[in-house]
């Protein structure tokens, strides 16, 4: 049997070589000779189809550049193909692997999730692994996806994760329909009811198709300067406000006739049988291949109230931690998540599947100018990410969601008034977040 000592040398080495490669930015493929073998790391997603094949790219482009590492690539997908939920799913996997301490070196997460992998250390912090002469990687940023992506841990304040797939919520107009009956682009939640209620009356179809969900009712929300959860952690949702902009929704279904809630919304406006609809950028790729068929559609910013605010979307990359810290296969893996978000990876996985850049070199590149010159329904979501929000990062938001979905549900199903709905979900929520109590890690 070997003796334990005999390691102590080598792992003071490879202790030496983590700090040169950390002061010198070298990578693992410079670092390690050419005749070892690459470093495998795993990397779960939940981006199938078009996006899946983007990506599947991408990441062969990586092993391909990248001699040193071996991304091993594993879409997670729900079971249920007509009504699950990938992201459920790949959530549900990542909690499974961390409870037998075989979790995938790298995965997508949204921020919630990332909350709750903080809070039980499973996280390594990608801060603590950037180079010291790559430190414009964080500086370079998009404003609100760096603040999105720094948590506060055992540690302090870090940048635990990088952006990837992000996208933000915007109004989707049907320009036919708008030209013929000589309506002006709404701005706001009053116009944007006037608008819907015109094609309603005049043309017989939904002036708005939207699917129900807290998404939507977050909208109305945060541009009257509302927020789901307060500092104190209380569900902030409820009161005035929130029954207001309940009702905002119920009134545009029931009172006006003339939004279809569905969720078949996107199908709905695509085949321009609604004059508006409410979805991410990420739609807009869709859309344009949609042209062929006669869709003649423009991009709007989210209505305003007292203020101009937009949610957005997507997931971020993070390094597990593993079943043992291993040095070498954590810098693995954020050379991988590094690549990913890269300014000339970024451009790429934007132009390629409608996601936007979240990097601001990105932003600023000629190659990206370029393309929304030719694109412009994708300037809309590139200005509104100065107005963005970020939505509650405390690990139970999935289950919150999930309320004020209901909530949706019952007062656009009639089951009873919106006020009624409004403060079942905030009680329903606050007991929830009492019983959670100071578990989350801070976001500020």
């Not at 003796?3 to 700090?19: D, G």
Request: proline share 5%; hydrophobic share 40%.
């Amino acid at each position: 049997m070997v003796s334990r000592t005999r390691f102590v040398p080598i792992a003071l080495l490879a202790l030496v070589v983590f700090a040169f490669a950390l002061i010198c930015g070298t990578t693992i493929g410079q670092a390690r000779s050419q005749t070892d073998p690459p470093i495998e790391i795993t990397f779960w997603h939940a981006m199938s189809r078009s996006r899946g094949k983007v990506l599947e790219r991408l990441v062969a482009k990586f092993n391909e550049t990248h001699p040193g590492v071996h991304v091993n690539s594993v879409c997670i997908q729900s079971a249920n193909k007509q009504y699950g939920n990938d992201y459920n799913a790949l959530y549900s996997r990542i909690l499974e692997s961390i409870a037998k301490n075989t979790p995938p070196d790298v995965a997508q997460v949204y921020e919630n999730w990332t909350t709750q992998y903080v809070g039980i250390d499973a996280l390594v912090p990608v801060e603590d692994l950037i180079p010291a002469n790559d430190k414009s990687f964080v500086s370079d940023l998009v404003p609100i996806f760096l603040t999105a992506n720094t948590f506060t841990g055992k540690d302090g304040k870090k940048l635990y994760t990088v952006p990837f797939n992000k996208s933000i919520y915007v109004l989707y107009y049907n320009k036919n329909i708008f030209n013929e009956l000589g309506l002006k682009p709404p701005t706001t939640w009053q116009e944007l009811r006037k608008a819907a209620k015109a094609i309603h009356d005049k043309k017989g179809i939904p002036g708005l198709a939207f699917v129900p969900s807290v998404d939507v009712f977050g909208h109305y929300l945060y541009s009257y300067g509302g927020t789901f959860i307060s500092k104190d952690n209380k569900a902030a949702f409820g009161g005035k406000l929130g029954t207001e902009g309940l009702n905002y929704w119920v009134d545009l279904v029931h009172k006006d006739a003339s939004a279809l809630p569905t969720f078949e919304a996107s199908r709905v406006f695509e085949n321009g049988k609604a004059g508006m609809y409410i979805e991410t950028t990420s739609r807009i790729g869709g859309f344009e291949k949609a042209r062929a068929s006669g869709l003649n559609f423009g991009v709007l910013p989210i209505p305003k109230g007292t203020t101009q605010s937009s949610q957005f979307a997507g997931t971020n990359l993070a390094i597990f931690r593993g079943s043992e810290s291993d040095i070498d296969k954590q810098m693995a893996a954020y050379e991988f998540v590094s690549y990913m978000c890269s300014t000339d990876v970024t451009i790429d996985w934007s132009i390629n599947t409608g996601y936007l850049p979240v990097r601001k070199s990105a932003l600023k590149s000629s190659t990206y100018i370029d393309y929304i010159n030719k694109h412009p329904e994708y300037v809309v979501g590139v200005k509104s990410l100065d107005k963005a929000t970020v939505q509650p990062r405390v690990p139970v938001w999935e289950s919150l969601r999930s309320i004020l979905d209901d909530a949706m549900f019952k007062a656009l199903g009639r089951k009873c008034d919106s006020e009624t709905a409004i403060n079942e979900a905030v009680d329903t929520s606050n007991r929830l977040l009492e019983l959670v109590g100071t578990y989350s890690v801070s976001s500020n």
